[in-house]
């Protein structure tokens, strides 16, 4: 029972599905499907998190295919995840189209409307990331995260493992104008362009203050977590061998460019918003910067001075 004091927090927690629920309230017309989808992604998180504490343990960083000490096939982590995750959205019946890394194609899902209407395509997911309407990321380390958005700010929550729920923790994630630290595969620098050279070299050598910090963690989920929670720049840009980079659009770069943008933050390729470029395949990939406003607008500024 709540006692209307703030002690009243610590018993009371928010929990995701509590949280989705009171904004599903927020819209009358709302049918539920979302809160339910997002229970079932919660469901596929949960079953990963416990996968990754017992990685180690059943050699599940070993190539796919293995075998365990007792003769089971051990299937590598990132299969097991994006196994788990195409059962519980599939099993959801609230997904029509599935694109993940791991698979060539788009999963169509045979639902009702499809049933009836004919079966999705793939030309259906060539949409912008202006078109998002939710996108969100899972963290698996010392603690499992969710972190979400559905287009009215950014919320983090951590799960507590004793009660196995996810609890709001970081409530409307704002990013800082300007961070200290930069963040690429520096091994790269060959390969760049002109501009993300320049921009580099100013972090390293300033002409005024002190240089930027530099963190890679060559995770994006993780470099971009930290340049959310601690301001900076996040970048995977273009090089001589990749004119796109390496990260994809419709599963990388679009999402995560959604979150920083609700967040307060910028996300371009160095000439355009990420969640503007329109993708012409599932697996396309764009060149990234993204994070604190200020660092992001100086490296747009930087690409139009090359432009000129
Ligand atoms: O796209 C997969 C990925 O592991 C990203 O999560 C990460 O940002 C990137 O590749 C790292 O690539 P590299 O090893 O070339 O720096």
């Not at 998180?45 to 990685?55: F, T």
């Not at 599935?98 to 079966?119: F, H, Q, R, Y």
């Not at 972090?203 to 994006?220: D, F, H, L, Q, V």
């Amino acid at each position: 029972m709540s006692s209307g004091s703030s002690a009243a927090i610590d018993t009371e927690p928010v929990t995701l599905t509590r949280y989705v629920l009171e904004q599903q309230k927020k819209h009358p017309s709302a049918t539920g499907d979302f809160t339910n989808l997002l229970n079932c992604i919660q469901t596929a998180v949960k079953a990963v998190s416990s996968a990754v504490r017992k990685a180690g343990i059943h050699r599940l960083y070993g190539i796919a295919g293995q075998t365990n000490v007792t003769g089971d096939e051990v299937k590598k982590l990132d299969v097991l995840a994006n196994d788990l995750f195409i059962n519980m959205l599939k099993s959801s019946y609230l997904t029509a189209l599935l694109v993940s890394e791991e698979n060539d194609n788009c999963i169509a899902v045979e639902t009702e409307k499809s049933k009836d209407d004919g079966p999705p395509k793939q030309a259906d997911c060539l949409q912008p990331g202006t078109e998002m309407v939710a996108a969100g990321y899972a963290l698996y380390g010392s603690a499992t995260m969710i972190v979400f958005s559905s287009g009215n700010g950014v919320n983090g929550f951590m799960y507590d493992p004793a009660i196995g729920e996810f609890l709001l923790t970081e409530h409307n994630m704002k990013i800082k104008p300007r961070g200290k630290i930069y963040s690429l595969n520096e091994g790269y620098e060959k390969y760049w362009d002109e501009p993300t050279k320049e921009y580099v070299r100013r972090k390293k050598y300033p002409e005024t203050g002190k240089p930027y910090g530099a963190r890679y963690i060559g995770s994006m989920v993780a470099d971009v977590h930290r340049t959310l929670v601690y301001g900076g720049i996040f970048m995977y840009p273009a090089t001589s061998e990749n004119k796109n980079g390496k990260l994809r659009l419709l599963y990388e770069s679009a999402p995560m460019a959604y979150l920083i943008e609700q967040a307060g933050g910028m996300a371009i390729t160095g000439t355009q918003r990420i969640l503007e470029v329109q993708p012409t395949d599932i697996h396309d990939k764009c060149p990234v910067f993204m994070g604190s406003k200020e660092d992001v607008q100086e490296v747009l500024e930087l690409y139009q001075k090359y432009q000129k």
